[in-house]
C-alpha cells in the first residue's frame, strides 16, 4: 500500500480557497505540502468565520496535514529562500493576481531556469491571458460571469448561487486534474511545465446541456427550480412534513412509480406515456402528483418508492449529511484536532483509490511557521541560529 | 509540445453523463478513447434530447474525440473479446451498478489477472462498498442526500437544484484526478489499481465550510439567496434594468465601494465597519443599497465599480458566455461537426497546459462502431471476414 504521490512536494504559495482545497487533494493523494505564509498575519482565510474559541474553522477545513513555513516574499532574502526551496519542489502551486509572481522576480520563465522538472501552477479568477486577465475576482463573479447563477434558482425572481462556493472548487479539481496529468507527463518527457486554470473558464466547462440546449431552441435557458430540464418526473416534490426527490429517469421506471402511487390509470394516460411527453406535460402531471404525495410524509414515500425500485432520496441538511450512515461508512466525515478549537469535523477524501490506506481520522492543522525548523532545516541546510536571525529580520 | 497522456487508452464502458464527461477530459489530456457501445442503441444518451435533425446535442456535448466500438458484452464472445482489449489499454471506466461487472465475469479480480497494469475505475451514485452501495442514482439525488439542495435557493421556498448535474460532474472530476494520479504511480510501481468515485462521496466533499458553519452555530446552515454567508456585501444587486454581482471581499474594498456609490457617510456609519458587521447588518445595509442601485442601469454600475477596483461582474446568461471576449479568447467554446446536426458548440478544455497545443476547433463525434475496423484489427488483429461474422451474430 503507498499512496500515488508519495515523495511529490508541493510549494504551495495559495490563500483562500481555491488553491488550498487543490493542495488538500494533493494532500490527500499523498503529496507533502509546505505551505508559505506571510510571516505574523499567514493565510488570509485565518481571519475567516466561522470561529470556535478565535480558531478559524474556514481554514481548519481546507488546510489539515499541510506543513506550514513563514515566508516574506517582498524581501530579497526571502526570494532567494524559495528559489533554493523551488530546487527541491516537484510542484509550485499560486493563487496571485496575473503579474504578480512575475513582478516579484518569481515568474515562470525564472524559475523553470532553477528547476526545470518544476510544474508551475497557477489558479486565478480570467486566467493567465485574454482581455480581462487582470480584473480581480471572486467566487460569486465566475458564478455569474460563467452562466451557472442564470440557470439555478426560479424563473422570474433574483438570481440564484450555488450556495457553496463553485467558482473556486470547480478551479480546485480541474487544477488538481491538470496537475496530476503533468506529473505523469514528466515521467515521459524528464520536464515540468506551466498550468494556467482559471475559475471562469471552469465554469463555462460544467455548463453542461445548457450551451447546447441553447442552439437547439435558440433562447437561453431560464432556471427550472428544482426540475431537470429533460427528464421528467425528476425533482422534488412536497409529502405531508418536507420534501423529498425522485428520479424517474426511463419509462420502465415510470410504470413502477405509477403503481406505487396506486395509480394504474395515470400509466394508462396517453399525455404522459413518454419520457418526451412527461417533460412537455409537467404543468399537468405535477397537478396530478402534488395532491397525490401530501397525501403521505416523507418517509413513508422514500419507503414506497424505494420498495418499487425508484431512485429516490431524502434533501438531506447539513446535520443529516454528516449522520447519514452511507457517508459515515465511505469515511467522508473525518476529524481534525486543533489545540484551541478541539475536535472538528471535516469532509474526507473522495478519491477511494485500493493502493491507497484510508486516512487516519485525526490530521492536525499547521500554525504559521510551525515547520520552519523542519523544512528550512533539511532543504536549505539552515540552523537554528540562522532562523532566528531570519525571524528578527521578518523574513521568516 | 506533446500531450500528458499520449499513448495512453482507454477502454470506456461508461454511459450517460458521469462517465463520459470524465473520459472527455481524459481526452482533452491526450488519451485515446475507446468507447464501448451496445450495437444498435449505443449510449443511452444518444436519445436524449435536445435534439437537431435527431441527433442528441446532450451526446455530442460529451463525446467529441473519442473512438466508438460496438460490443454486446452479454455475449461469451463480446466477454472474451473486453478480456482481450483489456491486455492492450491502461484504464477501463466503468458506471454500472456496483456488482453487474462481476455478474459479467468481468470484475476487478478478474481483470487484473489479466493485466496487473491496469487502472481499473469504478464511478457509481453511492460507491462500491456500504450500506446503500447498490441503490440506484441519478443526480438529483446526489444533489439531495449530499446536502448542496438544502444550502441552495431561498429560504422558506421549495428547495432548489444547482442548475446542471453537479453530482454527475462533481463525480467526474474527482474520478479524472484519482486516474492521473493513478497513471503516476503505476510510473513507480509497475502496478495499476481500482478507483472507486461516488457521486454522493463527491457531494459531500465540496460543501466546503457549511459543514463547519454547522458546528459552530449548531444548526444547519439555510439557504442564502444569493448572498455568501461570511463576506458582505458579496451578492447579486439589481440595477434600473438587471440584476449584476458586486464582491465587496475586504475592508479597503469597502471603502473604495462606499466613494464609488458617492455615500461617504456610509463609510463612517460604524455599523458597517468590518466585513463581520456588514454580514451581521445586512438587512439594514441592504435597505439603502437596494435604492441605490436602482438608479442606473447594470452596465453603467459595472463601469463605475470597475473603475473604483471593486471586484463585479453581469450575470451572463448562456447566449452572453458564448459570446463573452475573455471565455472566447481562452478558447472554451469549441465546435464539434456532426453529420447530421452540422457544426455545434460546445464548452473547451479549462487545464491549459504548456505542453499542450490548443485543441483544432472541430472534433468529430463517432457513430456507434464507427471505428470497429480500426481498433479490433490494430489491437485484436480482426479482419472483415471476421467482422461480418461478428456483427451478423450480434456480437459488435
Chains 1, 2 share one sequence.
Not at 17 to 28: E, N
Not at 175 to 199: C, F, P, W
Not at 277 to 292: D, V
Request: proline share 6%.
Amino acid at each position: 500500500m503507498s499512496k500515488p504521490l508519495e515523495f511529490i512536494k508541493v510549494l504551495d504559495l495559495t490563500r483562500v480557497l481555491a488553491g488550498p482545497f487543490c493542495t488538500m487533494i494533493l494532500s490527500d493523494l499523498g503529496a507533502e505540502i509546505i505551505k508559505v505564509e506571510i510571516p505574523g498575519s499567514g493565510d488570509d482565510a485565518r481571519a475567516f468565520g466561522p470561529f470556535i474559541n478565535n480558531r478559524s474553522l474556514y481554514f481548519l477545513s481546507i488546510n489539515r496535514a499541510k506543513k506550514s513555513v513563514s515566508l516574506n516574499l517582498k524581501t530579497d532574502q526571502g526570494k532567494e529562500m524559495l528559489k533554493e526551496l523551488v530546487k527541491h519542489c516537484d510542484i509550485l502551486v499560486e493563487n496571485y493576481r496575473p503579474g504578480t509572481m512575475e513582478k516579484l522576480g518569481l515568474g515562470y520563465e525564472i524559475l523553470k531556469e532553477i528547476n526545470p522538472r518544476l510544474i508551475y501552477t497557477a489558479s486565478t479568477g480570467f486566467g493567465h491571458t485574454g482581455p480581462d486577465s487582470s480584473k480581480p475576482a471572486y467566487d460569486i463573479l465566475a458564478q455569474a460571469r460563467g452562466g451557472i447563477m442564470s440557470i439555478t434558482g426560479w424563473e422570474d425572481m433574483a438570481p440564484t448561487r450555488v450556495g457553496m462556493s463553485l467558482g473556486d472548487i470547480t478551479a480546485s479539481l480541474f487544477t488538481a486534474i491538470g496537475i496530476n496529468a503533468a506529473l505523469y507527463h514528466r515521467e515521459q518527457t524528464g520536464l515540468g511545465q506551466k498550468i494556467d486554470v482559471s475559475m471562469l473558464d471552469s465554469q463555462v466547462a460544467i455548463l453542461e446541456n445548457a450551451l447546447v440546449r441553447f442552439q437547439a431552441d435558440g433562447v437561453s435557458p431560464k432556471p427550472l427550480g428544482n426540475r431537470h430540464p429533460t427528464i421528467a418526473p425528476f425533482q422534488a416534490y412536497k409529502g405531508s412534513d418536507a420534501y423529498f426527490v425522485i428520479a424517474v429517469g426511463n419509462d420502465s421506471l415510470w410504470k413502477n412509480f405509477c403503481l406505487a402511487l396506486e395509480n394504474p390509470e395515470l400509466f394508462d394516460d396517453l399525455s404522459f406515456s413518454t419520457n418526451r411527453l412527461r417533460t412537455e406535460n409537467i404543468g399537468p402531471l405535477n397537478s396530478i402528483l402534488e395532491p397525490a404525495f401530501a397525501a403521505k410524509t416523507a418517509a413513508e414515500w422514500l419507503k414506497i418508492m424505494e420498495k418499487a425500485g425508484i431512485p429516490c432520496a431524502p434533501i438531506n441538511d447539513v446535520e443529516a449529511v454528516m449522520n447519514d450512515p452511507q457517508v459515515l461508512f465511505r469515511n467522508m466525515i473525518v476529524e481534525v484536532e486543533d489545540c484551541q478549537a478541539g475536535s472538528i469535523k471535516i469532509a474526507g477524501n473522495p478519491i477511494k483509490m485500493s493502493s491507497v490506506p484510508e486516512s487516519p481520522m485525526r490530521e492536525k492543522v499547521p500554525e504559521i511557521g510551525e515547520h520552519n525548523a523542519e523544512i528550512y532545516g533539511s532543504l536549505l541546510g539552515l540552523g537554528e541560529a540562522e532562523l532566528a536571525e531570519l525571524t528578527a529580520k521578518g523574513v521568516i
